[in-house]
C-alpha cells in the first residue's frame, strides 16, 4: 500500500454551500488554479445538475487545470450523472463522484426505501457512471451511522460495479476519531475487494473532530482524504486542508506524506477567505492571525530563547512571513526589550525597568501596543526616570 496521501479537495463543492459563500465561475477557476498550484491531487469542481452556474464552472475548471482530476458530484440518479458527464468534458482527468445514503436513518427517513433497494440504486449508479468513460468514485452517506456489515456489503457490491474510490463520510460529525478509524479498519478486514479501489475518508465537524477523525481514517488505511481550505463547509464544516497537510508534515514518523506544497497555504487561505467573505478566526490553526502571535510573557520569553520552545512549525513552512511578539499587560521584560532593539532602541538596567512600568500602565488602558506607543515610551525615557 503506498503512503501517498492524495489532496481530494472539496472548497468549490462543500465549502461553496456554505450561506452567502457562493461564488462566481470566474472566482472559482481562479481558486482552482491556486489549487492546481497548491498540489491537490483532485478538485471537486460542483455539483454540475444543482444549477446552470455551478456545470459552468465544472466546465470551466475542466479547461483551467491539467495536473489535478477534475470531479463533479451527482446523486444516484441517470439526469444526474448525464449532466456531470457533460460537464466534466473537457477535462484531462474527469470523475463522477456519486452515491446514496448508507445507514438506516437516511435509507428510512431520506430516501423512504429499504437496504435492499438502496443497495441496488448504489451499484447501479456506480456501473451507469462507469460506462461514461470517468474515473468513479462512490460516496456511502452518512456511513459514520450506518450498520458495519451493511456498510460492507454496500462497499464490496461497488467495489465489483467498478468504483475506482470508495469514500467513507462522517456525513454528521458523529464519530469519535478511535471508533472512525475502527470503522474503516472494519471494512480491510471484512471487505474482500477493498484492494481494489482507494479508500476516502471525508468528515464533518459537527463535534470539532473532522481532522482527528480524518487522520484516524489514514492510519487504518485510506488513502485520500477529503478537505476544504480553511476547513468550510456547512455548518460546523469540513475538514481542514492545512491541518491534514501539516499534521502529516510535522508527524512525518507516521510514514505518510501528500504532495501539498505547504509554502503556498497561507496565501490560498487568504484568497478564499476574501472571495468567499468568510473570516478565519484569529485561533484557527495554521492559518489564524494568532497561529504564530505570542502574547503572554512566558511564552514570548520562551520563544525569544529558542522558538521550538513554543512553535513547533516553522511560520515559512506555511508562508507566513514570521511570528509576531504581540505586546500586551501580559508581555514581560524580554519581549518589551526585544522590540525595542528591533526599533532601534537599545534600552537596559534602570531605564528599562522605567519604561516597562509606564508599559504596563498604557497596555492596561490600549489592551494592546503597537510601534508607535513604544517609540513615545522611548522618546520620554529620560522625563519618566526623573
Not at 496521501?5 to 461553496?16: K, P, W
Not at 504581540?326 to 522605567?354: M, P, Y
Amino acid at each position: 500500500m503506498s503512503n501517498k496521501i492524495q489532496i481530494f479537495d472539496t472548497t468549490l463543492r462543500d465549502g461553496e454551500q456554505v450561506p452567502g459563500c457562493q461564488l462566481a465561475t470566474e472566482e472559482k477557476i481562479t481558486i482552482a488554479r491556486e489549487l492546481e498550484a497548491l498540489g491537490v491531487d483532485v478538485i471537486e469542481a460542483g455539483f454540475p445538475i444543482s444549477s446552470p452556474g455551478d456545470f459552468l464552472s465544472v466546465i470551466g475548471i475542466s479547461r483551467a487545470v491539467k495536473e489535478p482530476v477534475v470531479c463533479g458530484l451527482t446523486r444516484a440518479k441517470q439526469e444526474d450523472i448525464d449532466v456531470a458527464a457533460e460537464a466534466l468534458r473537457y477535462a484531462k482527468r474527469g470523475r463522477i463522484h456519486t452515491g446514496i445514503g448508507s445507514s438506516d436513518v437516511h435509507i428510512k427517513h431520506k430516501f423512504k426505501s429499504n437496504r435492499e433497494q438502496v443497495l441496488e440504486q448504489g451499484v447501479w449508479a456506480v456501473q451507469y457512471a462507469k460506462s461514461k468513460g470517468y474515473e468513479v468514485e462512490f460516496y456511502a452517506e452518512d456511513a459514520g451511522r450506518a450498520d458495519l456489515a451493511f456498510l460492507a456489503q454496500m462497499i464490496e457490491a461497488v467495489i465489483k460495479a467498478g468504483a475506482d474510490v470508495v469514500n467513507i463520510p462522517d456525513t454528521t460529525g458523529y464519530c469519535l476519531p478511535h471508533l472512525y478509524g475502527k470503522r474503516i479498519q472494519y471494512l480491510f478486514d471484512n471487505v474482500s475487494n477493498i484492494d481494489k479501489a482507494i479508500v476516502s475518508v471525508h468528515c464533518h465537524n459537527d463535534l470539532g473532530m473532522a481532522t482527528a477523525n480524518t487522520i484516524e481514517g489514514l492510519l487504518h488505511g485510506a488513502r485520500q482524504a477529503e478537505v476544504t481550505i480553511n476547513g468550510i463547509g456547512e455548518r460546523a464544516g469540513n475538514t481542514s486542508l492545512e491541518e491534514v497537510a501539516m499534521i502529516l508534515k510535522t508527524h512525518q514518523d507516521l510514514g505518510l506524506y501528500t504532495d501539498i506544497k505547504s509554502e503556498k497555504i497561507y496565501g490560498l487561505s487568504k484568497l478564499v477567505s476574501k472571495m468567499m467573505r468568510m473570516p478565519v478566526q484569529p485561533n484557527k490553526a495554521i492559518v489564524g492571525s494568532n497561529a504564530f502571535a505570542h502574547s503572554s510573557g512566558i511564552h514570548q520569553d520562551g520563544f525569544l530563547k529558542h522558538a521550538e520552545n513554543y512553535e513547533i512549525i516553522n511560520p515559512a513552512d506555511v508562508g507566513v512571513n514570521s511570528s509576531s511578539i504581540v505586546l500586551t499587560a501580559r508581555s514581560g521584560r524580554a519581549a518589551l526589550k526585544h522590540r525595542l532593539e528591533v526599533l532601534g532602541h537599545k534600552i537596559e538596567g534602570q531605564d528599562l525597568d522605567v519604561v516597562y512600568e509606564n508599559f504596563l500602565i498604557m497596555a492596561d488602558e490600549k489592551k494592546q501596543v503597537n510601534d508607535q506607543d513604544l517609540e513615545v515610551l522611548a522618546v520620554n525615557i529620560p522625563v519618566l526616570a526623573r
